[in-house]
Antibody, heavy 115, light 109 residues
Framework: EAQLVESGGGLVQPGGSLRLSCVASGFNPNTCWMDWIRQAPGKGLEWVASINEDGRGTYYADSVKGRFTISRDSAKNSLSLQMNSLRAEDTAVYYC????????WGQGARVTVSS | QAVVTQEPSLTVSPGGTVTLTCASNTGAVTSSHLAYWFQQKPGQAPRTLIYDVINKHSWTPARFSGSLLGDKAALTLSGAQTEDEADYYCMLLYGGARVFGGGTKLTVL
């Protein structure tokens, strides 16, 4: 069964850092762009960042540019999101997702930024 | 940054047909936007129904179809079932950036 599994969520103080990871199994994620997408409590989906197949192209929403870094490790079939200078408004469930012909989503990792 | 607009809510009768749309404030939605459609049920992660305007995944029920309709992307549900009650989101690509619509809450009643 194809799946994406996120880890690394939790409670962090404003200004702190957190690293999310996502591991794929049951399919080859290295043929697809990968995304981080978040959903604040009671809100809609918000695109956070994307990375292309070979990892050399990265793109970010304005709201996280300069604070978040997306990366992937093709050997480990994994995706990461390094989040620095976290703010209260970054509180959300963070999903990793694969695009185009891959199409899979993880179950989400909850990130809470609060003092 | 572009703004993508969807109907906030729609209602369809069981067995009926409904079309959800996805508009861009930058102009007409075209094939270059590679429109995606996602379904999210309460308490669950989203799942991808449609990619690149018309393409379905193996798990996409046949009653869902994607298209370009006028200057918008569209998701049509033909033969609605109660299990289709959910939030639906479109996503458009603007080069490397992606923008989600605000979502449509679909009620099957």
């Amino acid at each position: 069964e194809a799946q994406l599994v996120e880890s690394g969520g939790g409670l962090v103080q404003p200004g702190g850092s957190l690293r999310l990871s996502c591991v794929a199994s049951g399919f080859n994620p290295n043929t697809c762009w990968m995304d981080w997408i978040r959903q604040a409590p009671g809100k809609g989906l918000e695109w956070v960042a994307s990375i292309n197949e070979d990892g050399r192209g990265t793109y970010y929403a304005d709201s996280v540019k300069g604070r978040f870094t997306i990366s992937r490790d093709s050997a480990k079939n994994s995706l990461s999101l390094q989040m620095n200078s976290l703010r209260a408004e970054d509180t959300a469930v963070y999903y990793c997702a694969s695009e185009y012909t891959c199409g899979h989503w993880g179950q989400g990792a909850r990130v809470t930024v609060s003092s | 940054q572009a703004v993508v607009t969807q109907e906030p809510s729609l209602t369809v009768s069981p067995g009926g047909t409904v079309t959800l749309t996805c508009a861009s404030n930058t102009g007409a939605v075209t094939s270059s936007h590679l429109a995606y459609w996602f379904q999210q049920k309460p308490g669950q992660a989203p799942r991808t129904l449609i990619y690149d305007v018309i393409n379905k995944h193996s798990w996409t029920p046949a009653r869902f179809s994607g298209s370009l309709l006028g200057d918008k992307a569209a998701l049509t549900l033909s033969g609605a079932q109660t299990e289709d009650e959910a939030d639906y989101y479109c996503m458009l690509l603007y080069g490397g950036a992606r923008v989600f619509g605000g979502g449509t809450k679909l009620t099957v009643l």
